[in-house]
């Protein structure tokens, strides 16, 4: 299989993936949303909340902000030397207390560990009024996609590549495409972004002769990171945790022999 990225950023990789099938696609999907640890905050001790927005909410909000983390710093429980007890290898401590009138930002909570910290620091978590005041003490943790949602490392999608070939099609072909697959010159028509078409085929109706099919060994994924890794760090852990399945696998079957 090969890979070759279309579009990349830090927070989001678009590439095409070659030479696979939709089994091992939807597996590289699902290993990406749901099976790479990431951190987040799973307990929240509300000491003094006299705002207008009950306990659970802001614990609720507080557990979907996302969280940089020192990858080499930190277990999940399950694999912890603690036994899952808690401690400061798969455990952390985020703390807050501010008075109103302002706008607590998730940037305001000061973390144990400086290697923790909002991804975004202006998320809005509650406005205080005059006199409000809200006191907390959050612990954070490591976990997986699968477990909640607030663990999801990145929203991926992928469809199959599509390939669009046109040969003296008719001009009017470029106009009802809606994602401008198609370039006018001269009064030809030519294809300038393949990778766009969304297979609508409203160009197929206004010409027979241009043939639009899905290559089901292509795929075009999209993946956007919405937890404390990058989205290259997101699929370069995707990837390690397939390859290592993959070996425990071949292990089992040796010892069938």
């Not at 972004?193 to 085929?201: G, Q, R």
């Amino acid at each position: 299989m090969d890979i070759k990225i279309l579009h990349k950023n830090e927070r989001r990789i678009k590439f095409m993936l070659e030479g696979a099938n939709p089994t091992m696609a939807n597996t590289f999907r699902r290993v990406m949303k749901n099976e790479i640890p990431t951190m987040a905050i799973e307990f929240a001790d509300i000491e003094e909340n006299s705002s207008g927005m009950f306990d659970e909410l802001i614990a609720h909000r507080l557990g979907l902000i996302p969280l940089a983390f020192d990858q080499k710093s930190y277990n999940t429980k399950a694999d912890c030397k603690c036994g899952g007890k808690g401690c400061s290898r798969c455990e952390v401590t985020l703390v807050l207390e501010k008075t109103g009138p302002c706008i607590v930002k998730a940037g305001d909570m000061k973390s144990t560990d400086e290697s923790v910290y909002p991804v975004d620091r202006d998320i809005p978590v509650i406005e205080l009024l005059e006199g409000q005041r809200i006191k907390f003490e959050a612990t954070a943790m490591l976990g997986y996609g699968k477990e909640h949602i607030k663990w999801q490392a990145a929203n991926v999608g992928y469809k199959y590549a599509p390939s669009v070939k046109a040969t003296d099609a008719d001009p009017k072909a470029a106009d009802v495409c809606p994602v401008d697959v198609f370039e006018k010159k001269d009064g030809r028509v030519r294809v300038v972004a393949e990778d766009k078409c969304t297979l609508c085929m409203r160009c197929t109706e206004v010409d027979e002769s241009i043939k639009v099919s899905a290559d089901d060994t292509k795929f075009i994924f999209d993946v956007e990171s919405v937890c404390g890794l990058t989205a290259a760090e997101v699929i370069n852990k995707a990837i390690d945790i397939i390859q290592e399945r993959a070996e425990d696998l071949a292990e089992s079957v040796k010892k069938l022999k």
